[in-house]
Nanobody, 125 residues
Framework: QVQLVESGGDLVQAGGSLRLSCAAS????????MGWFRQALGNKREFVAA????????NYADSVKGRFTISRDNAKNTVYLQMNSLKPEDTAVYYC??????????????????WGQGTQVTVSS
């Protein structure tokens, strides 16, 4: 089992930057692909970015390409989401998730096995 804890959410002005972190428990973190998703009030949870277990493969939603970067440090059991040029429409609760199929970088919610509790990101205009 993997437990995930997100941090780094905050209130930021449009155009600003934030870095989210997701710390994972357990010694098997390096076997999992990791994803970031977000859910705005009243909306469905949507894909943001994913990274394979080795960190070689990544996948991004079109809405964040060129602005967000996903990375991981397997020695620290942590995955990151660097968010630049933030827009008000990026406002949401951000969740990290773990997929036991390590080479996959899926955008589908239902393939992820474990989820964190979320961290709030608010971008003011």
């Amino acid at each position: 089992q993997v437990q995930l804890v997100e941090s780094g959410g905050d209130l930021v002005q449009a155009g600003g930057s934030l870095r989210l972190s997701c710390a994972a428990s357990g010694r098997t973190f390096s076997r999992y692909a990791m994803g970031w998703f977000r859910q705005a009030l009243g909306n469905k949870r949507e894909f943001v970015a994913a990274i394979s277990s080795s960190g070689i493969r990544t996948n991004y939603a079109d809405s964040v390409k060129g602005r967000f970067t996903i990375s991981r440090d397997n020695a620290k059991n942590t995955v990151y989401l660097q968010m630049n040029s933030l827009k008000p429409e990026d406002t949401a609760v951000y969740y990290c998730a773990a997929d036991g199929y390590g080479s996959r970088v899926s955008s589908q919610v239902n393939v992820y096995d474990y989820w964190g509790q979320g961290t709030q990101v608010t971008v003011s205009s």
